[in-house]
């Protein structure tokens, strides 16, 4: 399906409601969360309970903004902005490998930092790898199959991505990615056979490389063992399932827990989901998972409309909601301790500024897509 930009006019139908209240529905549960996990770490090291509050309400409230503006572009500005978006991503990832311009916490050199705002790229990899892989697996549907033209292309561009976010000692994002696409690839139709054959390849290399550091080594042995090494490495698995088990069924009360104070690393971060585990109970975080399975089904559905009617924007909308449904599935997995740490935050609830931002850009482009098929003056 062909996009003309030039002749395009802002649709203004309406955007899905549904999918809209969740959003909405989930960022203020977000919001309400985050400040009862956050305020002690702000008065501890900034004086400020409402410090991170603060914080998480200006990168929504301009995510929030991105996202009302997202959905009312031209569509075709989607694809037009592939190529920037890919060469913008890759200038900034191998920038963050420069002394100097990178900056380097907790052993990642994940972040670039100019003045006093700073940026992770790897966000932005995910939203361009997955407009990239709708829109090049779209145009070449005929050669899904074909090795050479169809397949390999597309791959080598994600393999390169996710070998400089892996260059940045982020191995879970670097797989992450990986599990992205391949889902994309999926819905494409490509041939089991070549999954096969990707899996061959990529599996021993994915575990020379989990084996190949000693923090990941640890983080694995405390996943299996935590009580091996309790004040270390598995302090913050044991932690977390502490504050999730002490929930009880209806939680202690939301501002009530006390793990957050000091005794639950990132509580207001990669773990708040641990924290909400204790104050809501296990009523609580079934509605939070819910709600989520709710956001996916929907974002599911709204794709499902375009199936052989426009592949790119099918592909697109799966691939976006699948990449912010793996992205809370697999938080929820290792605050559980059904998979090891990986340091991928919970959409719409973990502190963060590129992370709530992409999430709510990635929203935008689902509701963009979500009008009416048949008012859509940029079908050809």
């Known amino acids: 399906m062909e996009y003309g930009f030039s002749a395009e006019k802002i649709n203004k139908d309406s955007s899905d409601f549904v999918?809209?209240?969740?959003?909405?529905?989930?960022?203020?549960?977000?919001?309400?969360?985050?400040?009862?996990?956050?305020?002690?770490?702000?008065?501890?090291?900034?004086?400020?309970?409402?410090?991170?509050?603060?914080?998480?309400?200006?990168?929504?409230?301009?995510?929030?903004?991105?996202m009302l503006i997202v959905s009312k572009l031209p569509k075709g500005i989607f694809v037009k902005i592939i190529p920037l978006l890919l060469f913008v991503s890759l200038i900034l990832m191998i920038a963050t490998l420069i002394p100097g311009v990178g900056r380097e916490v907790l052993g990642g050199k994940r972040w670039?930092?100019?003045?006093?705002?700073?940026?992770?790229?790897?966000?932005?990899?995910?939203?361009?790898?997955?407009?990239?892989?709708?829109?090049?697996?779209?145009?070449?549907?005929?050669?899904?199959?074909?090795?050479?033209?169809?397949?390999l292309p597309p791959f080598i561009?994600?393999?390169?991505?996710?070998?400089?976010?892996?260059?940045q000692n982020d191995f879970?994002?670097?797989?992450f990615i990986l599990f992205v696409a391949l889902s994309i690839f999926f819905i494409a139709g490509i041939h089991l056979g070549y999954f096969a054959f990707i899996f061959t390849a990529v599996v021993p290399l994915a575990l020379m490389l989990l084996f190949s550091k000693e923090h990941r080594v640890r983080r694995l042995i405390a996943f299996l063992d935590p009580g091996s090494d309790p004040s270390?490495?598995?302090?913050?698995?044991?932690?977390?399932?502490?504050?999730?088990?002490?929930?009880?069924?209806w939680g202690k009360g939301l501002g009530l827990g006390t793990r957050k104070?000091?005794?639950?690393?990132?509580?207001?971060?990669?773990?708040?989901?641990?924290?909400?585990?204790?104050e809501a109970?296990?009523?609580?975080?079934?509605?939070?998972?819910?709600?989520?399975?709710?956001f996916a089904a929907r974002g599911y559905s709204l794709s499902r409309k375009y199936y052989e009617k426009d592949y790119f924007a099918y592909y697109l909308m799966f691939g976006l909601t699948t990449s912010i449904l793996y992205q809370a599935l697999i938080n929820i997995a290792v605050v559980s301790g059904l998979v090891p740490v990986t340091g991928i935050p919970l959409p719409f609830f973990s502190s963060g500024g590129s992370s709530v931002l992409i999430t709510f850009i990635m929203c935008g482009i689902i509701l963009n897509f979500s009008r009416n098929v048949s008012s859509e003056g940029s079908r050809e």
Not at 131 to 147: E, G, M, P, R, V
């Open 19 to 66: 999918f809209l209240s969740l959003v909405i529905l989930l960022s203020g549960l977000g919001i309400a969360s985050l400040f009862s996990a956050s305020y002690y770490y702000g008065m501890v090291r900034f004086n400020n309970s409402s410090y991170f509050l603060t914080r998480q309400l200006v990168f929504m409230g301009t995510g929030f903004l991105l």
């Open 112 to 151: 670039i930092i100019i003045g006093n705002l700073s940026f992770q790229p790897s966000e932005l990899v995910k939203l361009s790898l997955i407009l990239y892989l709708s829109h090049i697996l779209s145009k070449k549907k005929d050669q899904k199959n074909d090795l050479v033209n169809g397949i």
């Open 157 to 167: 561009i994600v393999g390169v991505f996710a070998a400089l976010i892996y260059m």
């Open 172 to 175: 879970s994002t670097a797989v």
């Open 232 to 249: 270390r490495a598995g302090f913050q698995v044991i932690a977390a399932k502490i504050a999730l088990s002490s929930g009880g069924f």
């Open 261 to 278: 104070l000091g005794g639950l690393p990132e509580a207001h971060s990669d773990f708040i989901f641990a924290v909400l585990g204790e």
């Open 281 to 294: 109970g296990f009523i609580g975080i079934a509605v939070i998972v819910v709600l989520f399975i709710m």
